[in-house]
C-alpha cells in the first residue's frame, strides 16, 4: 500500500567530501538554535549550537551557519564520513520550549 | 553520569491497557521533557517539566495522556487507555534550563496492538 508520512530530504554524498545540511525556521523571536544528530534506534544527540547573536560557529569537523534575515540555518559537515549518516535535526528555542524541525537523512556513500 | 535512563525499552501492549513510560533525567537538570517521535508528525513535544513543574503540556494528544514529576529524578508518562495510534518512540529529555541543550535518552518504543 502507499506509504504516508514525513518526506524527509536526503543528502547523498561520497565519504570524504563535505556535506550542508539546510533548515529553515519560522519564529523570528528565536534567539538559540541547536542540531542534532539521531542514529537509528537512538535518541537526538547534540552536535553543536548557535545564539542569535552569532552568524557563524564552528566546532570539530562542523560549523553551523546563522542567517537571520532569512531565517536559515545551515550545518556543515567537513570531510564526511560513514559514521557521519543518521537523521539531522534542527532545533530552535521558543520560550523554554525546544522545537524540532522535520530533520534531512544524511547517507555517506563508500 | 549514565545520560538519561528511560525504561522500558520497549513495550507491546493491547488496545485498552494502560501504559507506564519511566524516566531518570540527568542529576542536576531541572528542566525535562518528553517527547513523541513518529513517521507522521516527526519529533513533537508533549509537555515539559522546570523545577518539577508542568510549565507546558499543550502538546499532550488527549486526556488518555497525563505526565508526573513527583521529584527531580524521576518522571512517568501514562497513556490510559492506550490505542493503536498511540504507537510510537517516546523520548525523554532533560536539560540544566530551559532554554538550554537538552539531552535525550534511549527512547522507549511503544507498539499498542
Known amino acids: 500500500g502507499e506509504s504516508v508520512g514525513l518526506h524527509l530530504p536526503t543528502l547523498s554524498v561520497q565519504e570524504g567530501d563535505n556535506s550542508i545540511i539546510n533548515c529553515a525556521y519560522s519564529n523570528s523571536a528565536s534567539d538559540y538554535f541547536i542540531w542534532y544528530k539521531q542514529e537509528s534506534g537512538k535518541g537526538p544527540q547534540f552536535i553543536i549550537d548557535?545564539?542569535?547573536?552569532?552568524d557563524k560557529r564552528q566546532g570539530q569537523r562542523v560549523t553551523v551557519l546563522l542567517n537571520k534575515t532569512v531565517k536559515h540555518l545551515s550545518l556543515q559537515i567537513a570531510a564526511t564520513q560513514p559514521g557521519d549518516s543518521a537523521v539531522y535535526f534542527c532545533a530552535e528555542i521558543r520560550g523554554n520550549k525546544l522545537v524540532f524541525g522535520a530533520g534531512t537523512i544524511l547517507r555517506v556513500k563508500s | 553520569d549514565a545520560g538519561v535512563i528511560q525504561s522500558p525499552r520497549h513495550e507491546v501492549t493491547e488496545m485498552g491497557q494502560e501504559v507506564t513510560l519511566r524516566c531518570k533525567p540527568i542529576?542536576?537538570?531541572?528542566?525535562l521533557f518528553w517527547y513523541r517521535q513518529t513517521m507522521m508528525r516527526g519529533l513533537e513535544l508533549l509537555i515539559y517539566f522546570n523545577n518539577n513543574v508542568p510549565i507546558d503540556d499543550s502538546g499532550m494528544p488527549e486526556d488518555r495522556f497525563s505526565a508526573k514529576m513527583p521529584n527531580a529524578s524521576f518522571s512517568t508518562l501514562k497513556i490510559q487507555p492506550s490505542e493503536p495510534r498511540d504507537s510510537a518512540v517516546y523520548f525523554c529529555?532533560?536539560?540544566?534550563?530551559?532554554?538550554?541543550?537538552?539531552?535525550f535518552g534511549q527512547g522507549t518504543r511503544l507498539t499498542v496492538v
Open positions: 548557535i545564539r542569535s547573536n552569532m
Open positions: 529529555a532533560s536539560s540544566l534550563a530551559g532554554g538550554a541543550e537538552a539531552f
Open positions: 542529576s542536576g537538570h531541572n528542566s
